[in-house]
């Protein structure tokens, strides 16, 4: 058999044949090319220290008691054993627990068999850690927290900083930051969402993509968490002896979890409540806050549509007594600040006095100019969940397709006030009305 060597260079030159040179070539890459896909995938299905097993080796195994074991298997899979009454019997057990998991996500295409990692309290294995080291601040330059949004108080010195932790795939929406950032700013803080993507790192991997992509994403959730701990410290820097609290949404509410570090509060939404099965990280001193949307399927563990009742079991992943858990009604995945009980959780949970709705204007007879009729007949072809905003100064906005018709009309008041350069969220009335809501008119008659 040849190797890709002998295939690109054993006697190539003797030919005579340039077509041949080059179909030799093009078979060399061809293999090169499937042999490195092959290696990547094998890859995938060796053992190796996932992310919430290195979680869980380091938080909870060095304090378990009596003979003990740690496995680690395919796909970030682990199991672990103690107070066992032999070595034996922990690695044992260790391993059984390990290819339990793997057995059960056979039906997924993942394969494998577990190994020890670490019986009583000996390492038996090269250490198999993937990604930066462990809970350390990112080296070099913040590019994250400069090339990410920034909004300011405008005024004297800010109350505090919030720093927003976006989800896996990045920003989304670009206006999601903007919204929040202006919400956030009319509290009198400044705010702060870094992109982890502006840095070199692995492609998102969202959703079940983990179960082919296990190793990037254990590579993604150790350096957004490096990334956070290196903002946290850029940001003490700047802003000396003010508060900062940090605020995860979706895979930004997994990594907060995870921060064992003092900061005046943690907000996780758009995800579980514990971090890995254990409880989260942050000092019994550190706050937390939990905005669940009432139908959304990112909270797992927990029955649909969330009840008071159902929800009292994150109180257990927390150290802090405090801890408020706050569902909102009518609401999956995405939150946003015009939100009445959001609202008010987040102004009372950052210090801030409690923040109240701008007032709705009474329902008036608007004459439309000719670019608001012009843009209302477009409006009116749209479909979902839509809303048209407009003042008699000839401002307005419109909206289509959003999933709830509270937020379609909360964002057309808030846009159109923001196209007259006022933050909505500083004001006691609003400047714009609601004149349509769904093919629904709602001017006075």
């Known amino acids: 058999m040849q190797s890709i060597y002998d295939i690109c260079c054993g006697n190539?030159?003797?030919?005579?044949?340039?077509?041949?040179?080059?179909?030799?070539?093009?078979?060399a890459t061809s293999l090169l090319f499937v042999a490195l896909q092959g290696n990547a995938l094998a890859a995938d299905q060796e053992a190796f220290l996932g992310f919430d097993a290195e979680y869980h080796y380091r938080t909870e195994y060095s304090h378990m008691k009596g003979h003990k074991a740690f496995a680690i298997g395919p796909q970030t899979g682990y199991g672990y054993s103690w107070g066992n009454r032999s070595s034996k019997e922990a690695e044992n057990s260790a391993i059984k627990f390990c290819n339990k998991w793997v057995v059960q996500q056979k039906k997924h295409g993942i394969t494998g068999k577990c190994r020890l990692y670490a019986v009583?309290?000996?390492?038996?294995?090269?250490?198999?850690?993937?990604?930066?080291?462990?809970?350390e601040p990112a080296a070099g330059a913040d590019i994250p927290l400069s090339k990410g949004p920034q909004s300011f108080h405008i005024g004297r010195v800010p109350r505090g900083i919030v720093l927003h932790l976006h989800g896996c795939n990045g920003m989304g929406w670009n206006r999601?930051?903007?919204?929040?950032?202006?919400?956030?700013?009319?509290?009198?803080?400044?705010f702060f969402a870094p992109d982890s993507f502006a840095e070199p790192r692995p492609a998102e991997v969202c959703g079940s993509a983990w179960r082919t992509r296990a190793r990037d994403q254990t590579i993604i959730l150790k350096?957004?968490?490096?990334?956070?701990?290196?903002?946290?410290?850029?940001?003490?820097?700047?802003?000396?002896?003010?508060?900062?609290?940090?605020?995860?949404?979706?895979?930004?509410?997994?990594i907060v979890k995870y921060l064992s570090v003092e900061v005046a509060g943690i907000i996780s939404s758009g995800d579980e409540c514990d971090a890995s099965g254990l409880r989260i990280a942050a000092p019994a001193s550190v706050p937390v806050l939990y905005l669940l949307g009432e139908n959304d399927p990112s909270v797992e563990g927990i029955k649909l549509p969330l009840t008071d009742k159902g929800v009292q079991k994150c109180r257990k992943y927390v150290r802090n007594k405090k801890t408020k858990i706050v569902i909102i009604k009518n609401s999956k995945h995405d939150i946003w600040p015009w939100r009445p009980e959001v609202a008010k959780a987040m102004s009372e949970f950052v210090g801030a006095e409690t923040f109240t709705l701008a007032q709705s204007r009474p329902a008036e007879k608007l004459t439309l100019s000719g670019q608001q009729i012009s843009a209302k007949a477009l409006y009116q072809k749209s479909r979902g969940h839509r809303a048209f905003a407009a003042n008699t100064n000839g401002t307005f906005s419109w909206v289509s397709e959003w999933e709830f018709a509270e937020d379609a009309q909360q964002f057309t008041l808030y846009d159109c006030a923001r196209y007259e350069h006022i933050n909505v969220f500083k004001l006691s009335k609003h400047v714009c009305s609601v004149i349509d809501a769904d093919g629904k008119d709602m001017m006075a008659p």
């Open 12 to 27: 190539i030159f003797g030919t005579g044949s340039l077509v041949l040179l080059l179909r030799r070539i093009l078979l």
């Open 120 to 135: 009583d309290s000996k390492l038996i294995v090269k250490d198999p850690r993937i990604g930066l080291a462990w809970h």
């Open 176 to 190: 999601y930051a903007e919204i929040w950032g202006s919400y956030f700013n009319a509290l009198g803080y400044d």
């Open 223 to 254: 350096l957004r968490v490096a990334q956070t701990l290196r903002s946290i410290a850029e940001l003490r820097k700047r802003y000396p002896g003010l508060p900062i609290y940090v605020w995860g949404h979706s895979e930004g509410g997994s």
